[in-house]
């Protein structure tokens, strides 16, 4: 089938997000987490939490090579969004974690290392005494949990994935209607605490990776909204193009209503949709295409109870 113009801007527009999100995220693991052993959570967290275990037998790996275990750990969850979410949302992932895996191994170290490096000072007696550095990580983990959040926000409002836990994410959402923010936090914390208490025995790590996750979490839900819900309220004497219109579009159901207007007393038609936000400038669109000039309220809607098609972003 030939793409016409607009498909093909559209696709290479979500390939400059794939590329833009990922490296971003990798910038947030190499140059914001690893310094300060913080966890990125997610394939990426696991990735990690393989790649510290095998180091402390021994392996004394570098830095570098943690892009092939993010790229491993991703193999299967990709998989998942083939099977679950959509097949172009699958691709982008298989992208996504090329690119992350690419930009971790070329990446130069971090320049902001020096925070997370223990502070030394001299006590009355002459000692040397080193202390860790809680400011530093502190600012370590609140711009790794802003540019990672950032990055898979971005990534999901756009269609697209930045690999691992967003394609498990992404396939939660869509079956059970749970914020993609509160099922990355739930599992982030327990790669954190497994990975910093268990594995590295420092219960401080554990609670400045939960910092980071709680802002990363906060960041994607704010950025990313496609399963919030508006109602819109549509009054035109073309209600019902406009309906059939949006079940088409949107396959989403509409109600009408017989209204009359108090000041024209012309009769008409009131079109009530529930759409995710992430529909509403499609739906705007669609009804601008029948009449110019209806007359749109919407009002955020907190619950669905009943049957609401919910649909991947791609």
């Known amino acids: ?58 392996a004394n790996m570098s830095g570098n090579l943690l892009g092939w275990f993010i790229l491993f750990v991703n193999v299967p969850i990709t998989l998942i969004g083939f099977k679950f979410v959509s097949k172009r949302f699958a691709i982008y992932s298989v992208i996504a974690v090329l690119v992350q895996s690419l930009v971790v191994l070329v990446i ?36 790794g949990g802003l540019l990672s959040g950032m990055a898979s926000g971005l990534a999901l409002r756009f269609g697209v994935s930045t690999g691992g836990v967003d394609v498990l994410a992404q396939a939660v959402s869509i079956k059970k209607g749970i914020s993609i923010g509160n099922f990355t936090m739930v599992l982030n914390i327990t790669i954190a605490i497994f990975g910093g208490g268990v594995l590295q025995g420092s219960w401080v790590i554990v609670l400045f990776t ?58 008409f038609k009131e079109v009530y949709c529930v759409v995710s936000n992430y529909e509403i400038h499609r739906a705007i669109k669609e009804i601008k295409k029948h009449d110019e000039k209806a007359f749109i309220t919407m009002a955020p809607v907190n619950k669905i109870n009943g049957k609401f098609i919910r649909k991947s972003i791609v």
């Open 1 to 58: 089938m030939r793409l016409t113009k607009q498909e093909v801007l559209d696709i290479l527009f979500r390939l400059f997000i794939v590329l833009f999100t990922n490296t971003l995220l990798s910038l947030a693991t190499v140059w914001f987490l690893e310094p300060a052993a913080l966890y990125a959570g997610g394939a990426t967290g696991i990735a990690q939490l393989l790649f510290r275990m095998i180091n402390r037998l021994g």
């Open 108 to 143: 130069p170290e971090s320049p902001f290392a020096y925070l997370a490096e223990p502070i030394e000072t001299i006590n009355q007696a002459g000692n040397i005494v080193s202390t860790m550095n809680y400011g530093g990580i502190l600012t370590l983990a609140i711009f």
């Open 210 to 267: 939960i910092v980071r996750m709680i802002i990363n979490s906060l960041v994607i839900d704010k950025i990313h909204t496609s399963y919030s819900y508006t109602g819109l309220h549509i009054f035109s004497s073309h209600g019902e193009a406009i309906a059939h219109s949006l079940m088409n579009t949107l396959n989403h159901g509409c109600t009408l209503f017989d209204v009359e207007g108090a000041h024209s007393g012309k009769e």
